[in-house]
């Protein structure tokens, strides 16, 4: 810190020592918004896959049941046409 030879150097040097710490402030408090930011994106980002992985499930688990559910219809088809056989 330079020597002060009067109440205004005194506060001319304070001043700037507040402009330099309100800009650093200023620098962390940005940097920490947009390390905030990309957080969220992350965040997202894998909510929306363990959404897509959630749709694929089902998907999947839709197929499975339409076919077990053809199967089954045409186990009653099978069962109708034999008993209509037993009473022609």
């Given at each position: 810190m330079p020597?002060?030879?009067?109440n205004t150097r005194y506060a001319e040097?304070?001043?700037t020592s507040f402009n330099k710490q309100r800009s650093t402030t200023?620098?962390?408090m940005f940097s920490n918004l947009f390390s905030m930011i990309a957080t969220l994106f992350g965040?997202?980002?894998?909510?929306a896959n363990a959404i897509d992985s959630?749709?694929?499930?089902?998907?999947?688990?839709?197929?499975?049941f339409e076919?077990?559910?053809a199967v089954q219809?045409?186990?009653?088809?099978?069962?109708?046409k034999a008993e209509l056989k037993q009473v022609s």
């Open positions: 020597p002060l030879s009067s040097v304070v001043d200023m620098i962390q965040a997202a980002e894998r909510g959630l749709a694929k499930w089902a998907e999947e688990e839709t197929a499975d076919k077990t559910a219809r045409q186990a009653k088809l099978i069962a109708i």
